[in-house]
């Protein structure tokens, strides 16, 4: 006579069971790993370190063989260059953050997420949240360089926590928009090529290097109200402790047009183009 050896069963878990299966916070906790993957993504890369060498490559680079001149004119340049120094850094993280949706394209990452059960706009936050911690480096790392060529905070705590919020607003805004160019370009070639360029430029045609006066007539009205020198006239006057609505009013206006076009884009191409390779 044979004996039966009773078989196994399956018993599938019950989803109902919290401790099995909780469906509590899930954009969260996916948006808190892809975050984490990012980042250790970005170290890995070196990210971070050039967010160090960054500013104090454009400190030194501006700041050496412009001081004298400044000074003839009565200007201390370590106050009035800093605030271009910290936004040259946090626009360098835009570019940055196109390179790293460039390669999560091409690489199949963003495909990859696109089959899987993952909370809309999860991987755009992460990538966001990672752009807004390579910002933060750079600022850090910007005001303590400027700290050992001068540069000091002469207002209140609220004037020195604004001058730090506003600029990591503007690297988030630019991040926005470049992350979005990243998901479109070719490849991070053509990322760097269609935004290292206009940065530059409109860097150097600001008042944040040099003074308005120091531009031909011709090129003054241009220098005066582009974006980036509201950006810095108003960073100035934060530093030095008297902000005015004057000078804020203008960098708000530009901060949240240039926000509301990105946020705009962001969310049509992470929804529209999550399928393309």
């Not at 604004?162 to 990591?168: D, G, S």
């Not at 479109?184 to 360029?197: C, D, I, K």
């Not at 940065?199 to 600001?206: A, H, I, Y």
């Given at each position: ?13 019950d ?10 916070w ?21 990210e ?32 009035f ?23 999560d ?56 926590v ?7 607003a ?13 998901l ?14 206009p ?8 008042t ?38 004057q000078?804020?009013?203008p ?11 990105f ?9 529209h183009?999550?399928l393309?390779?």
């Open positions: 006579m044979t004996t039966q050896v009773p078989q196994p069963r399956l018993t599938w878990p989803r109902d069971d919290p401790a099995v299966v909780t469906t509590r899930v954009f969260l906790r996916q948006w808190k790993t892809m975050t984490a993957r990012a980042i250790r993504s970005a170290h890995k890369e070196g971070f370190t050039i967010a160090i060498v960054m500013p104090l490559v454009f400190a030194l680079g501006f700041y050496l063989p412009l001081r004298l001149i400044m000074a003839e004119q009565g200007i201390d340049y370590a106050q260059l800093m605030p271009i120094i910290v936004l040259q850094a946090v626009t360098f993280t835009a570019v940055a953050a196109a390179q790293r949706a460039s390669l394209r091409i690489r199949g990452m963003t495909r990859r997420l696109a089959s899987m059960p993952l909370r809309p706009l999860v991987p755009l936050l992460s990538r966001m949240s990672t752009s807004l911690a390579r910002s933060t480096v750079s600022v850090v790392a910007a005001l303590i360089f400027g700290a050992m060529l001068g540069f000091s905070f002469d207002g209140g705590v609220l004037d020195t604004a001058f730090v919020a506003f600029a990591l503007v690297g988030l805004v630019f991040a926005l928009g470049a992350d979005s160019l990243g479109v370009a070719r490849g991070p070639e053509a990322t760097s090529q269609l935004l290292v360029l940065q530059l430029v409109l860097g150097l045609l600001s944040g290097f040099v003074p308005e006066s120091g531009f031909p007539d011709w090129a003054q009205p241009f220098a005066r109200n582009q974006p980036i020198s509201h950006f810095a006239t108003t960073m100035r006057e934060l530093a030095a402790g008297d902000p005015t609505w000078a804020a009013m960098a708000l206006i530009w901060l949240g047009a240039l926000a509301g076009v946020v705009i884009t962001a969310y049509y191409v992470e929804t183009r999550r393309e390779p």
